[in-house]
């Protein structure tokens, strides 16, 4: 199991190729999130949701084996293209291991601003969501 | 066609934030009905307002004073000339229309609207000319009617006569939709609600800076607009109203300047428009107003809209077979609001910008026009007398792109 720290550098690896250009970084994340393994349509519920302005994000998280299994999916292709590699970079990791990284991948692909303090997609506040988790599961192992 | 004789490349010279590149690529700015750039001139005036005269004002007896005042109210009579009202003193400033709007929502509801008495507004309308409204609703016990609207985004007129009746109190309507470009038959939509005894306040800030305004013709009661939609600064609202209302209305903020006279035992207040000019207001921004009435005034409103209309129908040409058109109304400002079929117009916001093509997306703050639709959002472009073919065909390629 590679760690968290190397499945960005590798996604940092790969966007490399675009060289910064921002139409190709955009085209090449709709084509991931076009592959994305479809949600399961029974959790894309009204608890489930990550609102934005614009782009809405589901999100379901379940432990399995002290791993975090996460789901994900968005109404709006660039967002989903950034949910998988989040889901690359953080799925089937301990919740420890996940409360203790730093996200530096999306920085360095150039796609900050989705990361900014707008409010106009839900891709920053489902880090958020994604964390708190991560730390109700740490809990929960800790409390069995 | 006939060509505009307006030399756009001079006047793209005086627009400093034009000439940048964006993601590598020459800016092009599409997002006008949002907020349009500002020419030298205005940025000059700021500058200069601060540099040299700097200081509160009315009621200071110094130079610096003097000065700063004489410049403010020099935009207050600018504005009067602007939008043709009787009197400067029926020119109040505000932060924006959306402040606009609510100090009429408030000041009027108080003196003039009680229980079960009716406010007609269109669904049209810019979120800041409804939430305002459901509240006096709500604080008062009046009761909303909405003028629906029609496929083409133009408003059921036949539907807004049945609306009105003798328990209309006010009637809240914006000229041009800024989703979707409509302009609405302002004047007839005024001479209805006058004629059952109505006052009506004309949303203006997407009309001003492409539609001739003449209030004293319209006889609106109100008319709200934003300096920053015509080529001013951010943060300068105006609210025109008639002189009679605006008397027998009471104060909408209060504190310093709209005084007349402080005791404990009770307060007089000021005259108008100082009334509804509480504290200190946004000199600086005001005085730089000026200066982008006097772009526009130099240019010539009807040469604007003669070569913003050759804009919207290179544009509206060039996209309808490609996408899907929201607002093909028969009058229209340079807005073009659409979906790309299978893709969500945050993807195509996104695309576009990576081209250097700034667009809005979204549901433009007209949620219930984006309901009524059936859509969640559109991309708009919306021009400006900047904008070129040129850089339309670039947009129209990008979109083509985007399309496939």
Redesign the interface.
């Known amino acids: 199991m590679k760690s968290i720290t190397e499945i960005q550098n590798q996604i940092v690896e790969n966007f490399e190729l675009f060289e910064g250009d921002m139409e190709s970084t955009l085209f090449y994340l709709m084509d991931l999130g076009k592959k994305l393994p479809p949600m399961d349509e029974a959790l894309k519920t009204e608890a489930n949701i990550v609102k934005g302005c614009q782009s809405k994000v589901w999100l379901n998280a379940k432990l399995e084996k002290g791993k975090v299994i996460f789901e994900a999916d968005s109404n709006t292709e660039i967002t989903k293209g950034l949910i998988s590699l989040l889901i690359q970079v953080w799925n089937n990791q301990t919740p420890e291991d996940i409360l203790n990284s730093e996200l530096f991948f999306i920085e360095k692909i150039g796609m900050s601003r989705m990361i900014g303090g707008q409010r106009s997609n839900g891709f920053a506040s489902m880090i958020k969501q994604m964390k708190m988790y991560a730390l109700a599961f740490k809990s929960m192992g800790h409390g069995a | 066609m006939h060509q505009s004789k307006l030399n756009i490349e001079s006047i793209r010279a005086e627009f400093p934030v034009l000439h940048q590149q964006v993601?590598?690529k020459p800016l092009i700015y599409f997002d006008n009905a949002a907020t349009t750039q500002k020419p030298k001139s205005v940025i000059h005036a700021i500058r200069h307002y601060y540099e040299f005269d700097n200081a509160n004002i009315h009621r200071g007896i110094h130079t610096l004073a003097e000065r700063a005042t004489a410049a403010f109210e020099d935009t207050r009579v600018s504005v009067q000339q602007f939008i043709n009202s009787r009197e400067k003193e029926e020119i109040i400033f505000t932060k924006g229309t959306t402040e606009s709007v609510n100090l009429v929502a408030s000041s009027f509801a108080k003196a003039f609207i009680k229980a079960g008495d009716e406010i007609i507004i269109s669904g049209m309308e810019h979120h800041s000319n409804i939430v305002p409204w459901q509240i006096v609703c709500e604080e008062r016990g009046a009761v909303l009617k909405v003028i629906p609207v029609l496929d083409h985004g133009e408003l059921d007129m036949e539907a807004y006569q049945k609306l009105l009746s003798a328990k209309t109190k006010m009637v809240a309507c914006v000229y041009v939709s800024n989703a979707l470009g409509t302009i609405n038959p302002i004047k007839k939509i005024i001479e209805a609600a006058h004629s059952v005894g109505a006052k009506i306040l004309v949303d203006g800030a997407q009309a001003v800076a492409h539609l001739d305004i003449d209030v004293q013709e319209l006889d609106c009661d109100f008319f709200a607009f934003s300096a920053h939609k015509l080529y001013g600064p951010t943060g300068v609202g105006i609210l025109y109203g008639k002189r009679e209302l605006l008397d027998a209305m009471p104060p909408y903020q209060s504190g310093g300047e709209m005084i007349k006279e402080v005791r404990f035992e009770g307060t007089t207040y000021n005259e108008i428009p100082y009334k509804f000019e509480a504290g200190t207001p946004n000199i600086a921004d005001v005085i730089g107003f000026k200066s982008a009435i006097d772009f526009i005034n130099n240019i010539g409103k009807i040469h604007i809209r003669k070569y913003e209309n050759e804009l919207l129908e290179h544009c509206t040409n060039g996209l309808k077979n490609k996408v899907t058109l929201y607002g093909t109304a028969l009058q229209k400002v340079a807005v073009c609001s659409f979906v790309i079929k299978g893709?969500?117009?945050?993807?195509a916001g996104?695309?576009l910008?990576?081209?250097g093509i700034a667009v809005r997306?979204?549901h433009h703050c007209t949620q219930p026009l984006m309901e009524r639709f059936g859509i969640?959002?559109t991309v708009r472009a919306s021009f400006a007398i900047y904008n070129t073919k040129e850089e339309i065909d670039v947009f129209l390629e990008a979109v083509e792109k985007l399309v496939k």
């Open positions: 993601n590598g893709m969500h117009h945050f993807d996104m695309m910008d990576a081209k997306t979204g969640e959002g």
